[in-house]
């Protein structure tokens, strides 16, 4: 029994294969990357493979249902805020730790 690719994998299932694979990738590198930017946009690629896979939810064979578009837009703008946020709270951060370091002094240094 030899199905054609087009009846197996629909528009909607490759849309949830490859949220998937964004949510797999993005916990991954939230997981193993240690620096807050590099933090933030894994999570906004965790976010980008949820809204896929809400968006394939919505898609049908015979109508599309807008409360799962409604959704996704609604997070988009969501995610869109936070992560000005959470850049703005980064550069907060570095700022912080930049004026808390220590001014280097001439004379520590033992001048010769």
């Known amino acids: 029994m030899d199905l054609p690719l087009s009846d197996i994998l629909s ?3 490759l849309y949830a294969l490859t949220g998937a694979v964004l949510v797999g990738l993005g916990l991954y590198a939230f ?3 240690r620096h807050p930017l590099r933090q933030l946009l894994a999570v906004n690629v965790v976010g980008a493979g949820i809204f896929l896979i809400l968006g394939s939810l919505g ?3 015979d109508a599309t249902d807008p409360f799962p578009q409604a959704l996704v837009i609604t997070g988009i703008v969501v995610a869109v ?3 000005a946020f959470g850049a703005a709270m980064i550069v907060r951060q570095a ?3 930049a004026a808390a370091k220590p001014a280097a002094d001439d004379n520590a240094r033992g001048a010769s």
């Open 31 to 33: 997981i193993t990357q």
């Open 11 to 13: 528009a909607g299932h």
């Open 95 to 97: 700022e912080t730790r």
């Open 59 to 61: 898609r049908g064979p």
């Open 81 to 83: 805020a936070l992560t």
